[in-house]
Each structure stands twice: as C-alpha cells, then as structure tokens.
C-alpha cells in the first residue's frame, strides 16, 4: 500500500497544468499575446494578505473601542447612582463589599453582551 492521498493530488496537479496549457494554446490560436508573468499573482496574494491582517486589525480596534465605552458609560451611570446613597445606606456595607458588587455586576453585564453579540 503505498501513499493514497499521493495519486488524487498528483492527478489534480496534472490536470491543472493541462488546463492551463490548453487555456494558453487558445489564446495564442487566438491571436492574443501571451507571456508568463509571475510577478503580478504574487504581488496580488501578498495586498490580500495584507489586506486581511489590516482588516482583522480595524475589526478588533473598533470592537475594543465599543466594548469600553460602553464599559465606560455604564461605570460613570453606576458610580453616580452610588454616590446619590446616603450616608446611612452606605455604610451598610463595606466598602470591599460595595467594590465586589460593582464588580461584578459589570462583568455579569459585559458578559452577556459578549455573549449576545456572539449568537449574532
């Protein structure tokens, strides 16, 4: 038994440069100029490659951005609700219990908008 895999690739191999002498033997029964150019398909794979790792980079700074400003809206709308308390109810607690709440609370909050927006 030797390589499987090995007759389908070489075969699909052998086929595409056979597709590609025939597709150059109409052009040139064509009348069509034609010459073997290499540089212009690598020039093309190297911008969409970089075109992508651009994109990827633009799609993870605008998400980033949106995630903390919404972070940041909802610190400033929960630390202003708290600092309307009283006195009183304020110190019904300490103020690692207050922190561990708030705490929380935003990352129960952030998670299900992760998780929400992921589903999408």
Request: glycine share 10%.
């Amino acid at each position: 038994m030797g390589n499987i895999a090995g007759g389908p690739c070489a075969a699909g191999f052998v086929w595409l440069v056979h597709c590609g002498v025939c597709l150059a033997g109409i052009a040139l029964a064509a009348g069509l100029p034609s010459s073997l150019d290499i540089y212009v398909p690598g020039g093309g794979i190297r911008f969409f490659a970089l075109l992508r790792t651009v994109a990827r980079y633009t799609e993870r700074l605008y998400n980033h951005n949106t995630v903390l400003t919404l972070l940041a809206d909802l610190r400033y709308r929960v630390f202003g609700d708290l600092t309307r308390l009283d006195d009183a109810s304020l110190r019904r607690r300490r103020v690692g219990e207050w922190l561990s709440r708030l705490t929380s609370d935003i990352d129960a909050w952030i998670a299900c908008i992760y998780a929400c927006w992921c589903r999408q």
